[in-house]
Structures are given as structure tokens and as C-alpha cells.
């Protein structure tokens, strides 16, 4: 059945969405696609309008004709003419200088007064604090007016608290929606499900029964072009300070009173107060960074990160990094986490592996000399799902009359198990998110500065060193020394083995 734009399923009130930054990599690639996909699932009010902002002069019809080609571009045999004509109807646009104040008057006859104001900022982080007096200046600002503050928000603690006070002198906590598009994807989501709503985990998730858990995000891309940008931030402040930190701290708070915002957001801020601090007298044996060299990834050779354009020959940067990351509190007591993530590896996946205890006695060494350790994996990306592995008896008879056993997968693929539903994009959940006007999937400030604390002790203490990441073969799983991290516990990485990614 057709849906006119005069209907709609959402149940929060219209809104204008500003889109600052409507012209840039993340808004054309993700942010309106992903608009245009609520569009077709009909989940935008029907009185939405999206205003994208930007400094280029152009006539409305050429915006939207540039939206289309992007939307085309990247959602290919999934566009639809029909959801595109009320789409169409929403798009407006307005040509904004963002560092000049008196331009933001202009935004004042392209946004309703009476209604709920959402503020995308995909832009450069340094320019939050001018778009903010811009809006000031231009007297838009109200208490129901929401922002959206894309990462990286500064590049340590000290420029993350500076931007953070920008945006503070005219929003306050509640009306702010840090952005990790990792809290929207489904597996993540899942995770609070996954633990607090089948006993089986929820009694058996701590050091008495979890040997270790393992992170793991890996890119087999390069820097694609982006290297001034990289080499500025690393792999580290890039990834792990954000992802993996908001992985980790969700796999291991504690039960929220509710599904509030605050609730769950306070947990996560009391794992990232409890990880043991790494500064230069444990990061030689806590932590690996890597910088890959040229290498082969799917059959293809790729240059090396110092060849490729404009690179700096001397730069010390990291594009992997290994920790292993210990919480200091009850629950985690001897439980480490490794956390692993890097540029030019062999796939491109995201996902945590809880490893379970070994049985104390082994009642099978025909089959086993030492029992195998169940795993529950969990898979962010790019194959979504959940896979446990456990020990069977293999079926038949023996003349011997023992029991033989192998290891077995039970696995639930959301694409195989919800193959009627689409999976909806990390933004196009965060988005609907700010809309309704729910902050739990968005990172708390607190939670941002506590996480550039741990970061910052361990940047410090490879800057002291001094010594150059280690090199490793792009194409390979990093260097040598992130194996022997785990090898000197007698533990060892979980390799995935999965369908290649385009």
C-alpha cells in the first residue's frame, strides 16, 4: 500500500532536523541515506523537515538532485521513486559560512519556532563552539533544542573538556547526543538483551566462570586517502577510545536499575573508572601498537602506511593496537580483556568472544587430552549474530564403547533467523534515537573524559618510550608481539573465519 506523506507510524512529535556539514563524506555516505531509510520504513513525523546546512551556494533543486545521486550511490537496488517524492518534500536548504555569526540569521526562515529543533553536527569537532555562537547569535536556541555531536570530540582529555564547554556554555547535558554509531548497531544493542534477559549468562557472567573475553575490530581497508587525518589521531585515539571502550564497558557493567538513560550510562562510567591504569611502568607488557607495511589483502598488494600519498616517512603512528585491559572491581577480579583493533587486516569484522572456563576434571581424554572452552561469540559485523561452542558426542557406535566428542557450533545468524526484516544501518537507529528523544544509546560526558583519561596514560607513556610501533605485513593479523600477549598466558586470538566482505 502506497503511504502518502500526510500519514505516519512515529510517535514523537515533528521536528526540523538541521543537518550542519549536509555536503560532507559523513552526511552524504551514512546521515541522509540513513534519513531516507526511516523515510521508507515510515518513520518520519509526517511534518519532519531536514535543512542541511553548508558554506557552497546552491539552488534547492541542485541540493536535492545531489541528495538523490548519493542516496542512489550508496543504498544502489534498495531506492525507491515512490519513498524518494515524499522524501523530496522534506529537503530544504540553506547556505550558512559556519564560522560567521551573522550568516545563521538566515537559518531563522528555514526552521519553525514552535517546534523541536534537532542539530546534526557533521563537521569538524573544532567548529562545534562556532556553530554554537552562530545559533546563539542568530537567537534559535531554546531548552528543547537537541545537538548532535559527532566523534572524534578532541584529541585528548584537555581538548575533549575544551570542546565540551564550548557546547556547554549553551546546551546543557540533557539536550547534548554524543554520537558512536557503534551503540546502534543491532549486536551491541543486543548485548543488554543477550546478558539480562536469559539467566543462563546472567548467573554465569563473571570471574568465576569467564576465563577471559577478547574485542576485536578489524579493518582491512588503509587510510583511503585519509592520512593527514590519521596520522594526527592513530589507531588509537581513533578506535579504541571511543568503540572499543563503549564495547567493553557495555559487556561488563553491572545491571542498570532500569533501561533509562542514566541508569545504563552510570554502569558503563563505573567500568571505565574501574580498568587498571597503564602508564610506563606496565605498557611494555600490556599493550602492542603495530604500523603496517606493504602486504597483500585479498590477493592485491597494497602499499605500506609510510608509501602511501602524502605520507610522512618518519611518522610513528599506530594503525593496530593490542591491550590487555583489566577491570578492578568484584566482578572481573582476573579476567582480562584483550581488546585488538587495526587497519589492513585480512577481514573486515567487529566482535567480542567471552571464553568460558575449562571443566575442573576431564571425564573424556579418548576424545580430548584437554576439554576445549566454550565460546560465546558475538558478532557485530559484518555477518550479525550470536554463536556458542560447545561439546557433542559424535553419533555412531564404537566397538570400544567410548564416548567421542567434537565441537560443535550453535549459531544464530540474524540475517538467517530475521531474513525478513531488513537490519537497519547504526544511524539510522541513533537518528530515530534523537528524534523520540532517548540519550541512552549516546555517550555521557563523563563517560568521553573518562575514557580520554585511561587513553591518555597509555599515548604517554609510547611517547616517552619513544620506540616505533612494530611493523607487520598488511594482509597479516599484526605483529608478532600482539600474538605473544596472549601466548605468555597460553591464550591465543580468536581467528574469524568468514565470507569476504565487499
Not at 518534500?89 to 540553506?94: G, N
Not at 599506530?318 to 582476573?334: C, H, L, M, P, S
Not at 549474530?385 to 544464530?412: A, H, R
Request: overall charge negative.
Amino acid at each position: 500500500m502506497s503511504i502518502e506523506i500526510g500519514e505516519t507510524n512515529s510517535g514523537y512529535e515533528p521536528i526540523d532536523f538541521v543537518l550542519f556539514g549536509t555536503l560532507g563524506d559523513l552526511a552524504r555516505r551514512k546521515l541522509l541515506p540513513s534519513l531516507y531509510q526511516l523515510e521508507k520504513a515510515n518513520l518520519l513525523n509526517a511534518g519532519t523537515n531536514i535543512v542541511g546546512v553548508a558554506r557552497q551556494d546552491m539552488p534547492q533543486v541542485d541540493y536535492a538532485a545531489e541528495v538523490k545521486k548519493n542516496i542512489i550511490k550508496f543504498l544502489g537496488e534498495t531506492f525507491c521513486e515512490e519513498t524518494w517524492q515524499r522524501f523530496e518534500q522534506r529537503l530544504d536548504y540553506v547556505q550558512i559560512d559556519m564560522k560567521q555569526p551573522e550568516d545563521y540569521k538566515q537559518l531563522c526562515e528555514h526552521v519553525d519556532a514552535s517546534r523541536t529543533m534537532v542539530c546534526y553536527f557533521a563537521t569538524p569537532p573544532s567548529i562545534y563552539g562556532d556553530i554554537c555562537q552562530g545559533m546563539n547569535a542568530a537567537n534559535v536556541i531554546d531548552p528543547s533544542v537537541r545537538v548532535v555531536l559527532e566523534k572524534p570530540i578532541g584529541h585528548d582529555l584537555v581538548s575533549s573538556k575544551l570542546i565540551n564547554e564550548q557546547v556547554a556554555e549553551f546546551f546543557n547535558e540533557k539536550q547534548i547526543y554524543r554520537i558512536d554509531h557503534y551503540l546502534g548497531k543491532e549486536t551491541v544493542l543486543n548485548l543488554i538483551a543477550l546478558r539480562f534477559a536469559n539467566s543462563i549468562f546472567a548467573t554465569n557472567w563473571d570471574h568465576n566462570c569467564i576465563d577471559h573475553v577478547q574485542i576485536s575490530v578489524a579493518e582491512s581497508v588503509g587510510i583511503e586517502g585519509r592520512w593527514g587525518y590519521f596520522d594526527d589521531a592513530g589507531q588509537m585515539r581513533d578506535m579504541v577510545q571511543n568503540h572499543l571502550l563503549q564495547i567493553l564497558s557495555l559487556v561488563a557493567m553491572e545491571p542498570p536499575t532500569t533501561l533509562d538513560a542514566d541508569s545504563i550510562r552510570d554502569e558503563k562510567l563505573k567500568v571505565l573508572k574501574a580498568l587498571r591504569p597503564i602508564n610506563s611502568s606496565n605498557v611494555g607488557v600490556k599493550t602492542v601498537r603495530g604500523q603496517y607495511i606493504t602486504g597483500f589483502v585479498r590477493g592485491e598488494e597494497v602499499p605500506g602506511y609510510l608509501e602511501e600519498p602524502d605520507a610522512n616517512e618518519k611518522s610513528k603512528t599506530e594503525t593496530f593496537v593490542a591491550i590487555k585491559a583489566e577491570i578492578d572491581n568484584w566482578r572481573w577480579a582476573g579476567v582480562p580483556f584483550y581488546l585488538r583493533t587495526g587497519k589492513r587486516l585480512p577481514n573486515k569484522t567487529s566482535e567480542v568472544v567471552i571464553y568460558f572456563k575449562r571443566q575442573p576434571h576431564n571425564l573424556f581424554g579418548d576424545s580430548f587430552t584437554t576439554l576445549p572452552q566454550n565460546k560465546l561469540v558475538i558478532r557485530l559485523q559484518p555477518d550479525e549474530g550470536v554463536e556458542i561452542t560447545v561439546m557433542n558426542k559424535i553419533p555412531g557406535l564404537t566397538s570400544t564403547g567410548s564416548m567421542d566428542l567434537q565441537k560443535s557450533k550453535l549459531n544464530l545468524s540474524f540475517s538467517e533467523a530475521f531474513e525478513a526484516q531488513r537490519i537497519p544501518d547504526a544511524y539510522e537507529k541513533l537518528l530515530l534515537e534523537v528524534m523520540i528523544g532517548n540519550q541512552a544509546l549516546f555517550v555521557r560526558r563523563d563517560e568521553i573524559e573518562q575514557a580520554w583519561t585511561w587513553v591518555d596514560s597509555i599515548k604517554a607513556a609510547w611517547d616517552s618510550s619513544n620506540e616505533p610501533p612494530e611493523s607487520y605485513q598488511a594482509g597479516t593479523w599484526g605483529p608478532v608481539s600482539a600474538i605473544a600477549l596472549l601466548a605468555r598466558e597460553d591464550r591465543s586470538w580468536y581467528e574469524t573465519k568468514i565470507k569476504r566482505s565487499k
